[in-house]
C-alpha cells in the first residue's frame, strides 16, 4: 500500500530552527509537495521537489532523497504566524497527490 | 480573480437527507478534486476530474457523486447522508502534467450528519 509517514507534533521556539520529516512509501513518484494549512483554513503550496536535494524559498527549504524515500521541511527564523500544520504530499504513478496526515507546528514565544 | 469557491460553507444534515455541493475555478484550469478531511488523517480523495464532462473514482468515492457539466464547475451530491460522512470537504483545481502543478484549494465546506 501507499504510506506517507509524519510526526503528529512538534513545538518550536519563535526565532528558532525546526525541522518536520516526512517518510514515504508510494507506487511511483512523480515530486513531493509541501503544503502549510493554518487551523480552519486551506492548504496552500509551499514548495516542490522532483530531484534530489534542497531547494530554498526565503525562510523555508524542503529537501528530497529519492533513494531514502525522505523528505524534510526547514523553517528558519520561526515567527508566531508559523503555527499550522505542514502537510507533505507526494505524486505518484498515477499522478494523484498522496497525502500525510500532516504535522501540527506550535511556536512558543 | 476568486481562485476557488465552494458553496455552502457549514451545512447540517440528516440521516438520510441528500445536499450538493458546489466548486467553482476561475483559473481555467483542467483538473479538480474533491477531498475530504478528517482528524488525524491525510486529505483523501473523493473524486476527480481531467476536464469538462468527465469524472473519476479516487480513493473513498462511496455514498458521493459527482458532475462536471462547465469547465469552471464540479459538483460533488450525498444522496443519502450519513453520520461517517461528517468532514471538511475541499475542492481544489490544477494544470495537468507532469513538474510543479500545485494545487489550489477552495475554503472548505464543515458538513456534519445527525
Known amino acids: 500500500g501507499q504510506n506517507i509517514d509524519q510526526p503528529t507534533e512538534m513545538t518550536a521556539t519563535e526565532g528558532a530552527i525546526v525541522q518536520i520529516n516526512c517518510t514515504y512509501q508510494t507506487s511511483g513518484f512523480n515530486g513531493l509537495f509541501w503544503y502549510q494549512q493554518h487551523a480552519g483554513e486551506a492548504p496552500t503550496f509551499l514548495s516542490y521537489n522532483v530531484l534530489d536535494g534542497l531547494e530554498e524559498k526565503g525562510r523555508f527549504s524542503s529537501f528530497l532523497s529519492r533513494s531514502k524515500g525522505y523528505s524534510y521541511l526547514l523553517l528558519k527564523e520561526l515567527q508566531m504566524k508559523d503555527s499550522a500544520s505542514y502537510l507533505c504530499a507526494v505524486l505518484d504513478s498515477n499522478y494523484q497527490l498522496i497525502w500525510g496526515a500532516g504535522t501540527k507546528l506550535i511556536i512558543k514565544p | 480573480n476568486a481562485g476557488v469557491t465552494q458553496t455552502p460553507k457549514f451545512r447540517v444534515l440528516k440521516t438520510g437527507q441528500s445536499m450538493t455541493l458546489l466548486c467553482a475555478q476561475d483559473?481555467?484550469?483542467?483538473?479538480m478534486y474533491w477531498y475530504r478531511q478528517d482528524p488525524g488523517m491525510g486529505l483523501r480523495l473523493i473524486h476527480y476530474?481531467?476536464?469538462?464532462?468527465?469524472?473519476a473514482k479516487g480513493e473513498v468515492p462511496d455514498g458521493y457523486n459527482v458532475s462536471r457539466l462547465k469547465k469552471q464547475n464540479f459538483l460533488l451530491g450525498l444522496e443519502s447522508a450519513a453520520p461517517s460522512q461528517t468532514s471538511v470537504y475541499f475542492c481544489?483545481?490544477?494544470?495537468?502534467?507532469?513538474?510543479?502543478?500545485?494545487?489550489?484549494f477552495g475554503p472548505g465546506t464543515r458538513l456534519t450528519v445527525l
Open positions: 483559473m481555467n484550469h483542467e483538473y
Open positions: 476530474s481531467v476536464g469538462e464532462g468527465t469524472t
Open positions: 481544489a483545481s490544477s494544470v495537468p502534467g507532469e513538474g510543479p502543478h500545485e494545487q489550489f
